[in-house]
């Protein structure tokens, strides 16, 4: 069954629903003013400098002979994904031959940071190899930087001895060290910190006399490691180190700790969490610190929780504290959500204006985290706080995708600083943000900074933004309704200024339900004033491939707004769609007649007995592409167009 109703035009009254489009030309205006305010064009700034160099990207190139440092230009090599920190390793073991010792060290001797936090688990049966070793005369240190910046590694999967192990020339059995780490060794110049690890995994099912030192971050360390914490949350029983030995006088027993095995170099500012290092049945093989096991170099601000850990097979010099409650032996570096678990790496400075200020792309994924906090500090939750963008940021900075859209709805205020010269305003901007995964609240999953929005966003510009969803998070979703857009999912009663947007919205090929999509939200009601969403920008839902899946029967596509919420009134002034859009093109199943409303400004509007929504100087420039929808059972198709008809 194809289209059984299309309906072009300005206004069409359907029961006691209105959609409004707009019509190409301006709305004339009667007095300067307007004519003023109509004018939304904005100078973009497309000089963004990226400074960072992800290793997915780096690792083709690779070779003995290849100039890493001309490749990197001083750029920092950004792991963006466990499938990072897994080639990582495996390139860097001992048994890789493809490169040579050298390459190696090198590779190990430059700047690494975390783009985002790492869930290990994706990998399955991927494990991480430890980083260097000491075989003969070849050691291999890790002598660069590793900057977590404040994310975690949840389930840190080492890899098995039969995956470790090697045969040397004389035919016997070696290990690439006596550590195992996830980093054995760090060099003098070597430097780890502000990252966590998240019960992390090591289980060996083969015994190995020199295969004695274990820990979870580092093996020996002559450099600096700082601000860095493990948390092991599986209990006695099923967390801590599994290791086989062979059961030797208590004084030959393997040792292990929980960070650092050997200090030689400066170890601060540190904690570790959980019942014991080394599993409940491999105790009796088994010496352990909750810490650090040797040290004859500096230490400082170490401390452990004493609520928790329960092995007493040690002496501990370590301070004990209960860490849910905080601390007085970390330093300020560190936060304290005191309703959400132990001490983090992530807190936004709070200016005098109470506002909690933004600086970097780091910061606004750490952002998207503490709004989803339940603890309250200044007597206000974050989610109800204000923020400021301070600067401009490049989301290249973090992993691609690194932005999820939080659950929780965002109350308070978000404002872009603003620079003023020759009376032009120019506003922060949000630069390469790319959302791919959405969140999910019942039978609705929404995509955008934010799911639900009935705060005030001003003053910001978006260049260069995608939203695609991953089609692996939302194929079991077909019958929910999605709500997209780059501010919000679905902004209730939002004030909404100033909003400049060059960007992307991506849905062909998802196998997306039916949804509201336009540039700034899905749905909305409130104030919004001064948008533009510019002629290089597109939102294309496209082909769709629904197989026999059933869906809801309503899609709401408009160019800023897909429609208007039917509680809460809109006002819509002085917005101008200069973008590209493309209809569904899908063979449907539907319980009853599928609605698809496409409009060049708002998909659909919804006045009804009491609200009434004000709509002025609104102007669409963009090019609406209609395409084919029919129908696996012959269900009605009525497909509403308020704008030309193109491509039909």
Do not use: C
């Amino acid at each position: 069954m194809e289209i059984k109703k299309l309906v072009v035009g300005l206004f069409l009254m359907v029961g006691a629903f209105i959609l409004f489009t707009i019509p190409n030309e301006k709305v004339d205006s009667q007095t300067d003013k307007f004519t003023i305010e109509q004018q939304l064009d904005y100078q973009f700034d497309s000089t963004i400098i990226d400074t960072y160099y992800p290793y997915s990207s780096l690792r083709p190139l690779i070779n003995n002979t290849f100039n890493i440092e001309e490749e990197l230009k001083g750029k920092t090599i950004l792991i963006e994904s466990s499938t990072d920190l897994y080639h990582w390793s495996w390139d860097l073991s001992y048994k890789n031959t493809v490169l040579n010792h050298a390459k190696k060290q090198e590779l190990l001797s430059k700047n690494y940071a975390l783009g985002q936090d790492i869930d290990y688990s994706e990998r399955k049966s991927a494990r991480f190899v430890p980083i260097g070793y000491s075989v003969e005369n070849e050691v291999l240190e890790f002598t660069g930087t590793f900057d977590g910046r404040g994310f975690e590694i949840t389930n840190l999967y080492f890899v098995v001895f039969s995956e470790y192990y090697f045969i040397d020339e004389t035919m016997q059995v070696k290990v690439p060290s006596n550590y195992f780490s996830m980093f054995s060794y760090v060099g003098v110049s070597g430097s780890i910190q502000n990252v966590g690890l998240i019960d992390p995994i090591i289980d060996l099912e083969n015994e190995h006399p020199d295969l004695k030192n274990y820990s979870f971050l580092a093996g020996e360390n002559k450099g600096l490691i700082e601000n860095v914490y493990v948390e092991d949350t599986r209990g006695l029983n099923e967390g801590g180190i599994r290791a086989v030995a062979s059961l030797v006088d208590p004084a030959l027993r393997k040792t292990a700790s929980g960070i650092v095995h050997t200090n030689k170099g400066t170890f601060k500012d540190s904690y570790y969490v959980g019942e014991s290092v080394v599993n409940s049945d491999y105790n009796n093989v088994f010496l352990e610190q909750p810490l650090l096991y040797s040290n004859t170099g500096n230490v400082d601000k170490l401390v452990f929780d004493s609520t928790i850990y329960k092995n007493g097979n040690g002496n501990y010099s370590t301070p004990q504290e209960n860490l849910h409650l905080g601390s007085q032996v970390l330093s300020n570096e560190w936060a304290y959500y005191h309703d959400d678990g132990f001490p983090k790496l992530y807190k936004l400075n709070r200016n005098d204006q109470k506002q909690y200020e933004i600086s970097t792309a780091a910061e606004l994924i750490h952002f998207s985290k503490l709004i989803t906090l339940r603890t309250v500090i200044h007597n206000k939750p974050f989610n109800e706080s204000d923020f400021l963008l301070t600067n401009s940021i490049n989301m290249n900075d973090v992993s691609k995708g690194a932005y999820k859209t939080p659950e929780t709805e965002f109350k308070g205020k978000f404002i872009g600083s603003t620079t003023i010269n020759n009376e032009i305003e120019t506003y922060a901007q949000i630069n390469n943000l790319y959302i791919a995964t959405g969140v999910l609240d019942g039978e609705s999953i929404y995509y955008g900074l934010f799911s639900t929005y009935s705060g005030s966003f001003e003053n910001i510009v978006f260049y260069n933004a995608t939203i695609k969803p991953n089609p692996n998070q939302i194929e079991n979703f077909t019958s929910s309704n999605f709500y997209l857009g780059f501010i919000s999912g679905k902004l209730i009663n939002a004030t909404i200024k100033n909003i400049f947007i060059n960007g992307t919205i991506d849905l062909e090929n998802s196998k997306i339900g039916a949804f509201r999509v336009g540039a700034l939200a899905g749905e909305a009601s409130g104030s919004i004033k001064r948008v533009l969403f510019n002629s290089t920008s597109s939102i294309n839902v496209g082909n769709q491939n629904y197989l026999d899946q059933t869906m809801n029967a309503s899609f709401y596509q408009g160019g800023i707004i897909g429609k208007t919420s039917s509680t809460s009134k809109l006002s819509l002034y002085n917005v101008v769609n200069e973008a590209s859009m493309t209809s569904l093109s899908a063979n449907t199943k539907t319980a009853i007649a599928l609605n698809y409303h496409f409009g060049g400004i708002i998909g659909y509007a919804n006045n009804t007995a009491t609200i009434k929504h004000n709509f002025g100087l609104m102007t669409n420039k963009g090019t609406m592409n209609a395409l084919i929808i029919t129908s696996v059972d012959s269900k009605p198709i009525n497909y509403y167009l308020g704008e030309k008809l193109l491509n039909p």
